[in-house]
Structures are given as C-alpha cells and as structure tokens.
Nanobody
Framework: QVHVVESGGGSVQAGGSLRLSCAAS????????LGWFRQAPGKEREFVAG????????TYADSVKGRFTLTADNRKSSIVLQMNALKPEDTAVYYC????????????WGQGTQVTVSS
C-alpha cells in the first residue's frame, strides 16, 4: 500500500508563488506515477500535473503550463509543485495522488492542502 502526504500551500496575492510538496511512503517501489489534482468549490476535481516514475515524463494541464513546474526526487519518493504567476482561478484544495502500480490509476490520495489566491 502507498501513502502520500502533502505539505505547503497557503494564501498569496495574484502573481505570487507557492510551493507544494508531496512525500510517498509504503510500497514506493511499485509506484507508476505521482501527481497533483485540485478541486475548487462547486467544481469537480481536475488533474494539474503528474510525473511517470519510470521515465520521468511530466504532463501538465493546459491551464497551468508555463506557470507550474513539477519536479521529482525518485530516491526520496517525493515530488514538488512550484506554482508561479498564480491566479485567483488557481484557488482550490490541492491533492497529491499516487498511481500505486501499473494499471491502477491514481488510487492513493492525500488529505489535501488549501491554496488561496486573492486578486
């Protein structure tokens, strides 16, 4: 079983930056991917960014490309999401998730951390 724990987040004005961290534990050797999702009030949870553990390929939602950067530390089984040029529409609860094995999809979720961007 894989567990993930997020840290970071907070409040910032538009144009500012925040950094989110996520650490995985447990059966980390089986992880296929780690990623970030977010859910704004009244909206469905959406994919933000993710990295495939084996080859390091990262993908981003169009809405964050060029502003958010995902970095991974395979040895520490952790990822960091650097969020720059934040916009009020980035306000959401951000969740780290692990795709714990090939074919399972994202099946291990953190508790979430609030990101609030004021205009």
């Amino acid at each position: 079983q894989v567990h993930v724990v997020e840290s970071g987040g907070g409040s910032v004005q538009a144009g500012g930056s925040l950094r989110l961290s996520c650490a995985a534990s447990g059966r980390t050797f089986s992880i296929y991917a780690l990623g970030w999702f977010r859910q704004a009030p009244g909206k469905e949870r959406e994919f933000v960014a993710g990295v495939t553990w084996g080859n390091g390929d990262s993908t981003y939602a169009d809405s964050v490309k060029g502003r958010f950067t995902l970095t991974a530390d395979n040895r520490k089984s952790s990822i960091v999401l650097q969020m720059n040029a934040l916009k009020p529409e980035d306000t959401a609860v951000y969740y780290c998730a692990a795709n714990s094995a090939v074919g399972r999809g994202y099946d291990a979720w953190g508790q979430g951390t609030q990101v609030t961007v004021s205009s």
